[in-house]
């Protein structure tokens, strides 16, 4: 579904992101675990059309895409951002935010539409006209996730979805997320710096380090620690050192 | 006792009527390591805030007790409170993005901080500021000393505050989530500097975050708070062993890494927790 | 509209619909500005001289273009309220007439402007690279002239009259609201919400007017009701000099710059439009700080 091949995206004299390659089959979930400032978040903008200005081959269902991407593109790839405070517009009620994408796209049954998808993301139709500073961080999230699945994208990108959630708040995201891949056969790529999220969610993880993709693992293997990369056991001894209770 | 809270409970005024974030915290502090967790909203911030005075203006505070260091907080006039804070307290926040002064080099703000304290010449106190940043363990302090905030990592950032903080031996540092913005391998770092600091020198840590599992490392104790209250206050090495439901459900719905969990549970909130 | 529009149908937390959510939101943003006693002291005086104005041939007591030579530079009295001026014309009235065109001229200029200025600041912002420069550089220009030397020079080129003053007041007052939308522009068209906006596949000229044009709105209106005294000084200043309304149309300033010479005999003449425009002024800039508490989103 995701091929990405040599990868590369400078900043000015700065190169980011240093030839990153990955393979996404359809209905997979690839996550990536990397320090801030590894150019994980850096992959997933140059894959979702954000920013233009990479070099290397990215294509989606077989099909390779330019810098430049065309409304068909934005119906099969969308993305949920790390901030539910941010991402939503602070002036528009959640209607009017679940409503864009359909009228930009074109698209009929706009009321039984928004309904469905609100039902989808456990939301209750009271939220519909509410303005996004009345939710919570939870239902926030939960709107942005509506959003990015209103007009029915087969591609997710997750840029850190519950790294600002509290955990009960993130365990409920990470749920839906898990159930709504499920249910729609979705492809997921989710970025994140908790190892465990990630493992969580993604049968697959690739590990980013100053901009290269040191290692891509399976979630068992991680788990099992039998880590290749030293960054990589690094990682995995933190996470597992901290995750217990003393 | 160094801190000593009875009964505390902060309310807000708004437009609906009076909001109380805080309902009846009690603990007591002395040369030791406490956590506070909870989630957002649960009153954790507000109760260390309210410690110090550093309130907003339609906040209402009141408490049976409230004293920090022999002195009651309630009752004490402007003058005190400044001559608590900084001085006897240290008050190291998330990001030091936005407590470092961004013009100044990093070696004149820790002098400054050491010279209001503690007054002498301007080069006795650049001369204790790099000692300072050495104690907090940056490599090569005399280089640091020159470099602004922005030419150093979160990190690093985060060292600098600490030392500002200990520029006037505080007796005790509150620390309000102040890894959440940092890497993990950095975030242990920076907690483990911490600890032995506030060990080596006897002075008392309230470390508030919302990681439970992460706090009961570097913490002597625990307090977990939910909705202004405090749930339950266990030892850090008793948390697998925790009794209440609250405390149970934070830590089950964290995904794990070595016992991976088909579906995480979900945390179920109950009315009762609230009642008493 | 099936539901009235009792309070708990505007306070309602859970709207049932697209309209009573924006209503509501409209009733807080009131029971703000009502809560600010400067503010609504302001809006009262500003809301009483568009109604004196536009009700001027009811209120006024004469015609404001008859003159009575025999008359001329009374004292205020029962027959004529602010007393008459050098032609023996009905301050009163005249003050009510002057209010429509002084008035007039600052609601012209600022629906002129207000678009103008939001547009360029919009497109710059959201643009970027050479757009932006452009754009920039031609607001520089404009920002570059004082302000009414520049409108001295318009209306001396066009003809004087109340049309060309407005122009010339436009031209020089839109620079300040392109610069103001292009920073409000800049501070949000990085963010999330208009990443997000960009990933539906909305067109440019979509994700500026209906995304990033309603969040600069607040802050410009804040910043064109604190200029509005500013805006009447000028159209004053551009009267008092000659080139805007030209007489025997009552503006404001006109009026004090016929009336200068007698501010020491007959004081009143002078005075009470002078007063007029103080009022009008502070009026706008109490509603101005008041709005600017109630709208500008960094406040909260």
Known sequence: MIEVEQLRVRFGDNEVVKGVSLNVPAGGSFGIVGESGSGKSTVLRALSGLNGAWTGRIAIDGESVGPRRDKAFFRKVQMVFQDPYGSLHPRQTIDRILSEPLLVHGMDNIERRIETVLAEVALPNAVRFRYPHQLSGGQRQRVAIARALIAEPEVLLLDEPTSALDVSVQAEILNLLADLRERRNLTYILVSHNLAVVSHLCPTVGVMLGGQMVEVISAEDLRAGKTQHPHTSELRALSVDLEEPA | ?276 | MSASFSRAWLLDETPASRSQAAWGRRYRAWLDLRSNPLAMIGLVVVVAFVLLSLAAPLLATHDPGVQDLTNRLAKPSAAHWFGTDELGRDIYSRILYGGRVTLGMVIAVVVLVAPLGLAVGCVAGYAGGTVDRILMRVTDVFLAFPRLILALAFVAALKPGVESAVLAIALTAWPPYARLARAETMTVRNSDFVAACRLTGAPAGRIVLRHIAPLCVPSLIVRITLDMSSIIITAASLGFLGMGAQPPSPEWGAMIATAKRFIFEQWWVPTIPGLAIFMASLAFNFLGDGLRDVLDPKQR
């Open chain 2, 1 to 276: 006792m160094l801190v000593d809270i009875q009964n505390l409970r902060v309310s807000f005024a708004t437009r609906t009527g009076t909001f109380e974030a805080v309902r009846g915290v009690s603990f007591q502090i002395g040369t030791e390591k406490l956590g506070i967790v909870g989630e957002s909203g649960s009153g954790k911030s507000l109760t260390a805030r309210a410690l110090m005075r550093l309130l907003p203006q339609n906040a209402r505070i009141t408490a049976d007790r409230l004293s920090f260091d022999g002195v009651d907080i309630l009752k004490a006039d402007e003058r005190a409170m400044r001559g608590l804070r900084g001085k006897r307290a240290g008050f190291i926040l998330q990001d030091p993005k936005y407590s470092l002064n961004p013009v100044m080099t990093i070696g004149r703000q820790v002098a400054e901080s050491w010279r209001q304290h503690k007054g002498g010449s301007r080069k006795e106190a650049l001369e204790a500021a790099v000692d300072l940043l050495d104690q907090v363990r940056i490599r090569d302090p005399r280089r640091v000393c020159d470099l602004y905030p922005h030419e150093v990592s979160g990190g690093m950032g985060q060292r600098v505050m600490i030392a500002m903080m200990l520029a006037p031996d505080p007796a005790l540092l509150i620390a309000d989530e102040p890894t959440s913005a940092l890497d993990a391998t950095v975030q242990a770092e920076i907690l483990r500097l911490m600890e032995d600091l506030v060990s080596k020198r006897g002075m008392g840590l309230i470390l508030i975050s919302h990681d439970l599992p992460l706090v009961s490392h570097f913490c002597d104790r625990v307090a977990v708070m939910y909705s202004g209250r405090v749930m339950e206050e266990l030892s850090a090495g008793t948390l697998a062993q925790a009794k209440h439901p609250y405390t149970k459900g934070l830590l089950n719905c964290l995904p794990s890494l070595t016992h991976p969990k088909p579906r995480l549970p979900v945390l179920s909130r109950d009315a009762a927790w609230l009642q008493s």
